[in-house]
């Protein structure tokens, strides 16, 4: 194709906050609170689903029900990460949010361990195609100085999901509203509901115009650009002046693997071990954490399985206030010293509650207290390693790559934690404390390669930061 110069990066890079940009976090963004209520709901109704009045399972069945979700993401990251790049971000996260809500609502008409399993699968594809999809249409939409503090707002939404789940559990499974047996399965379709709304919002965002014009639509990108600038001045951006900076692309309709393979195995080596290593250690870190801790609960304070939400929800709302105020420091203080900081401090604090549960020194209440400390300042510490991954590799990697590291980072912690907790609760559930010690080692890890490796992308064009493949 006739190579095209554009000024499109930059005309995007310069708008103001605006009503269009509150559009794309919102609608986008929904796609962290479903995934925090999906984990919640199933961290709290665990319990609940070894009753024999509802589904009978074992805490192994608890366990591997979270290990077949997880397993449904990667899957579902991988090969929608592929679409993305080449069909692009608008018609993948349509896809994946209609799959997500038909596996979510099947969830909720289970009969038994194998048939909630594979719904749990199918709701993983949709889920895992959806962090591919979203992250790279954020990234490519919002503003360079705005980039880190949104990212990291829209990634911790999900603990918003969470304390929406912790919520609704407390009123679904107490049995004063509804009985358990159905209150498990309305839990689950708060989802779908949620999912069909967003939808309806999606239809007014826009494809990345950084996508269209890197695959050869360069007419179309313009014309969305200037839809998305006349939008910013109808909502009182008033005139943001002419865009500095024009770049030179040599469009193509697709990229092969080869070609994206060796630019994040080649010249994006080091920035690919930086990627993994951030998402490997979050990712268990998390799910060692949350897909248990109902069991934890009830097995070692005793805390009825219909009150398990109440000490979720003031887990969640402390991760949801990590992002939330610290996201501003990510482009002020630094990518590196902010990330290489937190992941740094919850290894700590990780180790120090691992201790301290060991001992037998904590009550439900006081455990509780000690994890809205560590993941106050581990979700961000996780929320920038998506930001990390989403923005170090070019434009046409760039949904593929977050989709792998995702995946492996996802494997290795996210499929691999709930197995290991699974079977360390049933050995007995103070054998977790040593779950928790290997989880801040990871954390610790993580740090010094951030330390080592990590980018000072703050305030930076995507484009400056990772050269287009095409550019």
Known sequence: MTPIETDIPARMDRLPWSRFHLLIVVALGITWVLD???VTIVGSIGPMLQDKRTLGLSPQDIGSMASAYVAGAVAGA????WLTDRFGRRLVFN?????YVAGVLASACSWSFWSLAVFRVVTGLGIGGEYAAINSAIDELIPARLRGRIDLIVNGSYWGGAAIGAAASLLLLGGGVVSPE???RLGFGIGGVLGIGVLFLRRFVPESPRWLVTHGRAGEAERTVAEVEQRVRASGGGDFGPAAGRLTIHPQKSFGFGLIFKAMLGAYKWRSLLAFTLMAAQAFLFNAVFFTYGLVLTRAYHVPAQNVGTYILPLALGNLMGPLLLGHFFDTVGRRRMIAGTYGVSGVLMAATGWAFHAGILDAWTQTACWVGV??????AA????LTASEIFPLETRALAIAMF???GTLVGGVGAPWLFGRLIDAGVYTVAWGYE????????AAGVEVWLGIDAEGKSLEEIALPLSG
């Open 375 to 380: 993941f106050f300042v581990a979700s961000a």
């Open 95 to 99: 896809i994946t949010l209609g799959l």
């Open 36 to 38: 925090g209520l999906e």
């Open 438 to 445: 290997g989880a801040a080692v990871l954390m610790l890890v």
């Open 78 to 81: 991988i090969f929608f990460g």
């Open 182 to 184: 159905l209150g498990w």
């Open 406 to 408: 995702y995946a492996l």
């Open 383 to 386: 929320s920038a390693a998506y």
